[in-house]
């Protein structure tokens, strides 16, 4: 679960479940009593999403990046690292904004070197190519492609999520810990 606010959207204060049955879940947590119909439910993969999401804001719209086989990605685009936009409306609405190959099932994170500005999706190609990928938040376009042979790793667990921490980007493989510096 994703904790999202959507400012200028009815309602704002969101929370975002995704399913094992393909959908996302979009709830207002401000009025979580009893059983309910959520705001949103849309299919937004082809196959049972299992993995964390990374939750970020461009230009006034909010983002929600997972790791899952997107369904109703725009033209010509596909892969296993989905971005879905929520838009300030009464009620919001969902959306695919971009879908991009992070070759693996790894969970993705989001970085931004102010917190407001050039947001960057990172995807690990866990159980597939084992290599760090990184894609502009707002168009899904690849930043980081992976790197050379130095930045191959071991065998990277599905679900693993990259950590950043006073400057590197840490990944946790099988038997070893990689930094990745900025």
């Not at 993995?51 to 230009?59: F, I, K, L, M, T």
């Not at 931004?112 to 960057?120: A, E, Q, R």
């Not at 065998?155 to 510096?181: E, R, W």
Request: hydrophobic share 40%.
């Amino acid at each position: 679960m994703a904790l999202v606010e959507v400012a200028g959207a009815t309602p704002s204060h969101l929370a975002l479940i995704l399913g094992k049955d393909q959908n996302a879940y979009l709830i207002n947590r401000d009025n979580l009593g009893g059983i309910t119909t959520p705001v949103i439910k849309k299919q937004v993969a082809q196959g049972e999403i299992a993995s964390g999401s990374a939750v970020y804001a461009v230009a006034g719209s909010t983002y929600i990046a997972f790791n899952g086989s997107g369904a109703g990605c725009p033209a010509g685009q596909n892969g296993d690292l989905v971005a879905m936009q929520v838009s300030a409306q009464n009620p919001p609405t969902l959306s695919i904004a971009w879908c991009a190959s992070q070759n693996g099932a790894g969970s993705p994170i989001v970085t931004s070197p102010d917190g407001v500005s050039s947001f960057i999706v990172w995807g690990l190609g866990a159980e597939g190519d084992n290599r760090l990928h990184g894609f502009d938040g707002a168009t899904g376009q690849v930043i980081f492609a992976g790197g050379g042979n130095a930045e191959q790793m071991d065998m990277v667990q599905h679900f693993q999520t990259p950590i950043v921490a006073k400057g590197p980007m840490y990944v946790g493989s099988s038997s070893k810990l990689y930094a990745f510096l900025p």
